[in-house]
């Protein structure tokens, strides 16, 4: 191996987002070999055929022992559980990450289940997925141009921050460090609140009377608009649950906004509405542009 | 011309919509001479140097006088003017339709401005469009298979609604008719509704301390969803005044929703949850699913 290269990643969960992250550090030569930990015994077996994981072991506890690097792939709800079966055997210097779309409670669990080891501990969130999942699904490609953000906890040792950033960045990746709270902060504005209102409004619509009809002249706008809510219920219930008080902070706010916006609909005040459309619009606009370029 | 056909088409704001639907005829063979009438000088030469109308004119009771059908293609504000100022010179059979989003409000103009030609007037909504606009962006085929709903009053004779419907057709687009109200409150809910919760959302991310790195980390989830947050501010304030109770009974049935699915991530009710995205996942995608096939 190389200098920012390991010898054994251990991944936990290997579909697409874990099964992804093997392949490109082992196109980039970076890893010598991966085990891979499944519930789905299926899954397992495939991810093995498709040479997305060297070694398959139902034994976390087995898996652990031999880990220079943990990827948590499960699940959110597993992930205690993992970690608490792994903690006896992990050698002192393997460095533990996961792939959790929240991370305050990514930190709880850290803290909770592996207390003497926050200096190896690097929580994580690749913003990339798709629609697809399981461990066929995982492709060298995904992290190209992707974000990845590490919340590094107070007791994380820098160093190993670092090397987990060199990984990524060997995927292709972005690196951005946030302090969890913050990370939640944001992915609460600008994915899961997204979410929770699209299936909000698809909700609504299928609760009208005239449901079937309105589904009928439903066209692109619709479509772009309700693309989320077509996401896993169960992968959002726990980011709900898991995100908690930021996502309810900006579901209030949006409440709020969207009272100002009615009290100007039933007021008939047309210059409050220009301006108010007027400004969405801009900054939209000017955000695309910079997506477009990224 | 054809049985179908007709000699004389007034189109009242020759832009995108109405452009569009002069070339349509005109490939079909179906109208001998388009008079274009339009606010904007620079416009109508284009509109006539692209071969979109035929003859530019500046004067609406001239161009009324020579009228088979008038297509009014105006903002809504200036549909009531127009209208009087054609009225006196209408010759009897002229057929008169529009294009507008919103239909209660046009048969409101139209009962206002042409109380005894209401047999001859087709209120219409062609379910089209880009986010391009003006004479240039005029193109035959905007409207090959598209919906175009037809919102006849009780006092719009049912030829009328065949002649429009036959012409239509010939452009592509699928013909739908429904009552004027019921049209209203269906855009409302698949429409207008979440163009304004589109609006509404991007102005809570601009106002949010954290704005510029919550743009930062914003992605496609981020992209489709605002996408229609993009569209005329002036044009949206119109439909919502015009929609206004339509638009209010939505918003006030979304603010429901939001309160419930607020109570449930307040109380940790997981189960709930999961139910209320599972039912919104199962509508959409079975939608998504009749929308392809289309």
Redesign the interface.
């Known amino acids: 191996m190389g200098r920012q290269g390991i010898r054994t990643l251990v991944v936990v969960g290997v579909g697409l987002i874990g099964g992804s992250f093997a392949l490109a550090l082992k196109r980039a030569g970076l890893v010598e070999r991966v085990i891979g930990v499944d519930r789905s015994a299926d899954n397992l077996r495939c991810a093995q055929e498709l040479g997305v994981v060297d070694v398959a072991c139902d034994a976390l506890a087995l898996a652990a022992a031999e880990a220079d690097l943990v990827l948590l792939a499960t699940p959110v709800g597993q992930m205690a559980a993992c970690l608490s079966a792994m903690a006896p055997t992990l050698p002192p210097h393997a460095l533990i990450t996961d792939v959790g779309s929240t991370k305050g409670n990514v930190v709880r669990i850290m803290r909770e289940t592996l207390p003497d080891r926050l200096a190896r501990c690097v929580p994580a969130h690749p913003?990339a997925g798709s629609e697809l999942s399981g461990a066929a699904a995982a492709q060298y490609g995904l992290y190209e141009n992707r974000?990845v953000?590490l919340t590094p906890m107070a007791e994380t040792d820098p160093s190993a921050v670092e090397t987990l950033a060199a990984l990524w960045r060997a995927c292709g990746a972005h690196i951005?460090v946030l302090d969890p709270d913050?990370h939640d902060?944001?992915?609460a504005?600008?994915?899961h609140?997204?979410?929770?209102?699209?299936?909000?409004?698809?909700?609504?619509?299928?609760?009208?009377d005239?449901a079937e009809?309105?589904?009928d002249?439903?066209?692109t706008?619709?479509?772009?608009?309700?693309?989320?809510?077509?996401?896993?219920?169960?992968m959002?219930?726990d980011v709900?649950?898991a995100n908690?008080p930021a996502?309810?902070a900006?579901?209030?706010?949006?409440?709020a906004?969207?009272?100002r916006?009615?009290g100007e609909?039933?007021g008939?005040d047309?210059t409050a509405?220009?301006?108010?459309?007027?400004?969405?619009?801009q900054?939209?606009?000017a955000?695309?542009q910079?997506?477009l370029r990224k």
Chains 1, 2 share one sequence.
């Open positions: 913003i974000d953000v951005a913050e902060r944001v992915f504005a600008v994915s609140l997204p979410h929770l209102l699209a299936f909000s409004y698809v909700n609504l619509v299928a609760d009208r005239n009809r309105c589904l002249f439903a066209s706008g619709f479509r772009d608009f309700t693309r989320i809510a077509g996401s896993s219920p169960e959002w219930r709900a649950l908690r996502l309810l900006a579901l209030h706010d949006y409440r906004e969207l009272d916006l009615i609909v039933e008939e047309g509405l220009t301006n108010r459309f007027g400004r969405a619009r900054v939209r606009t955000w695309y910079k997506f």
